[in-house]
């Protein structure tokens, strides 16, 4: 066998945390490597839509061709969301194209995928992920029940949801630290059998982590508490526990083998002002709402105080929290998003701009005339002048507690991106400040606009990701670069000497790749089916 490339999937590790915990001698086996290896920032694609990193990096090119956004999408020719899953991505991942260059290869839980038929070497979906965008299944099928009997059944395989008690919140603790535990005893036995050239194993246990353990890690957060120690630096923990993990997989490798470590995003503070996009829209006359049925003045008063879409809301949340099971709870939680998001009562004649539902950015999509059901914007001049001044407005806003901007920055994905799918993506992309809560912003447009953020989780994502390489394969040394995630696929393809497919949008990243020292070249004569959805399962 020839030298093997071992990447590692870290979901939610954070480059800021682990360079500062890694100086401070926390993280001694993630020290080493950022002392050897080549870092690549991943920021470009990341920060309009980083709900589609991992794909990105699955399969070379952005959401505009893959067509993947996020796990909630608008329904062609609707004002409706559907739940999508993993079935969303219309060409083929990487490692699909390494199976068909006959490149014998492993692939344990890369987030957003399903199982490829005839897949050259074993294959793992869902068993342990943070989407579950499928199901879990393996190839061959009968791997399914050896990974249980052998390993046990992972936290994360039949996750009911989280409670954010104190008590419900140590309980995940010891869930995660056990995952980390049985995915580290199965990346240490898969890699020593040496029966795979390529192997990528995937963690989803820091992402979890970081969405709920930050508000114990964050002293300046609004819901920081030390009244549970053990809590207290859990997400230090965990990250802990992964750097011992991350040790087990280094002490199999030979001197010849190749590393990559690769995360799509970062985590820090859920400060974002989503919860204030509707109203603002509102305000600025770019969104109208329905009229009113005919009713008289007493229902009417009435039906304001019962059914207003706020008071649905709190009267809902609570309901679902007090009355229904974890479990439940998640499985209506599609359902309940599609209700009070995108589907609001708008008069869409009259409506230019709606919210998409997003758990970081705030995404906007422009009511375009030609290619939504009621569209009433004109294409071309009119579009662009809404554009900028859609960016204009949502760029004055000030955080009305702390005198500072609200959103960092305004990008504008159906135009970033170019693709058959670029008009199923969000017109607008607002990132917000992280450094503080946003409860209330102002502008000379709007006035004062206010409400509380209502989450269960303290840590969302921040926009960038990194991957490190290391090894005879890359460049020897270390340093730190710019780039794109669209860049890890055709790393890896060159790696292995096979030729990308047409479709990838970026070349390799020249600071840290080599020419390849021959390999299998992939029949160029299938490219032309690589925009082609891909077969159901």
Same mark, same amino acid.
Request: charged residues 25%.
């Given at each position: ?32 490597? /950022?002392?050897?290896?080549?870092? =690549? ?17 699955? !399969? ?164 920081? !508490? ?8 859990? /997400? ?12 087990? =997989? ?10 990559? =470590? ?21 305000? /600025? ?208 393809l060159r790696r292995f000497g096979v030729e990308v497919p047409r479709h990838y949008e970026m070349l390799a990243p020249e600071a840290i790749t080599k020419a390849p020292s021959g390999g299998r070249a992939a029949d160029r004569s299938q490219d032309k089916l690589a925009l082609a959805p891909r077969p159901a399962v």
């Amino acid at each position: 066998m020839r030298p093997r490339l071992i990447t590692l999937g870290v979901d939610g590790l954070d480059w800021h945390l682990v360079t500062a915990w890694a100086a401070e001698g926390r993280l001694p086996v993630l020290r080493g490597l /950022l002392d050897k290896s080549h870092a =690549v920032i991943l920021g470009a694609s990341n920060r309009p839509l980083p709900g589609s990193i991992w794909t990105d990096i699955a !399969t070379g090119c952005s959401a505009a061709i893959h067509g993947f956004v996020h796990e909630e999408q608008l329904r062609a020719g609707s004002y409706q969301m559907e739940r999508v899953d993993a079935s969303r991505v219309a060409v083929a991942p990487f490692y699909e194209t390494l199976s068909d260059a006959g490149i014998r290869s492993a692939v344990v839980d890369f987030p957003v995928d399903y199982p490829i038929e005839g897949f050259n070497g074993i294959q793992i979906v869902d068993w342990a992920t943070e989407f579950k965008l499928w199901h879990f299944e393996t190839r061959p099928k009968s791997l399914a029940a050896q990974l249980v009997s052998k390993y046990g059944r992972h936290p994360l395989m039949d996750y009911p949801g989280t409670r954010v008690s104190l008590a419900g919140l140590l309980a995940l603790k010891h869930k995660l630290t056990q995952g980390i535990e049985i995915k580290r005893q199965f990346a240490v036995d898969l890699i020593q059998l040496r029966q795979h050239e390529f192997i990528f194993f995937g963690f989803g246990e820091l992402h979890k982590a970081g969405h709920f353990f930050w508000r114990f890690h964050d002293r300046k957060h609004p819901e920081f !508490t030390d009244a549970e120690p053990e809590l207290v630096d859990s /997400l230090r923990a965990m990250y802990e526990e992964m750097d011992r993990a991350v040790g087990s =997989v280094l002490h199999q490798l030979e001197s010849e083998d190749d590393l990559i =470590v690769v995360t799509d995003r970062g985590m820090y503070a859920d400060h974002r002002g989503d919860h204030l996009v509707d109203a603002i829209l509102l305000k /600025l006359g770019l969104a109208v709402q329905r009229a009113p049925s005919t009713v008289t003045p007493a229902s009417k008063s009435l039906r304001s105080r019962l059914l207003s879409a706020r008071s649905v809301t709190k009267v809902a949340g609570l309901l679902a929290r007090r009355l229904l099971s974890d479990r439940l709870r998640e499985a209506l939680l599609p359902f309940y998003r599609t209700a009070i998001g995108a589907a609001a009562p708008l008069d869409w004649t009259r409506t230019r701009v709606f919210r998409l539902p997003s758990v970081g950015n705030s995404y906007l999509r422009i009511n375009l005339a030609g290619r939504d059901p009621a569209g009433v914007v004109s294409p071309g001049g009119q579009y662009e002048t809404l554009l900028s001044d859609i960016a204009a407005q949502f760029r004055a806003l000030i955080n009305s507690e702390t005198g500072e901007p609200a959103v960092e920055d305004v990008y504008f994905p159906a135009k970033q991106f170019r693709g058959p799918r670029a008009t199923e993506l969000p017109d607008v992309a607002i990132v917000w400040n992280s450094r503080n809560p946003i409860d209330a912003v102002a502008s000379d447009a709007i006035g004062t606009i206010a409400g509380r953020q209502e989450r269960e989780r303290s840590g969302n994502h921040r926009p960038e990701g990194f991957a490190l390489f290391r090894g005879p394969s890359f460049a020897t040394g270390s340093g730190e670069y710019q780039g794109d995630a669209r860049q890890i696929a055709p790393a890896i393809l060159r790696r292995f000497g096979v030729e990308v497919p047409r479709h990838y949008e970026m070349l390799a990243p020249e600071a840290i790749t080599k020419a390849p020292s021959g390999g299998r070249a992939a029949d160029r004569s299938q490219d032309k089916l690589a925009l082609a959805p891909r077969p159901a399962v």
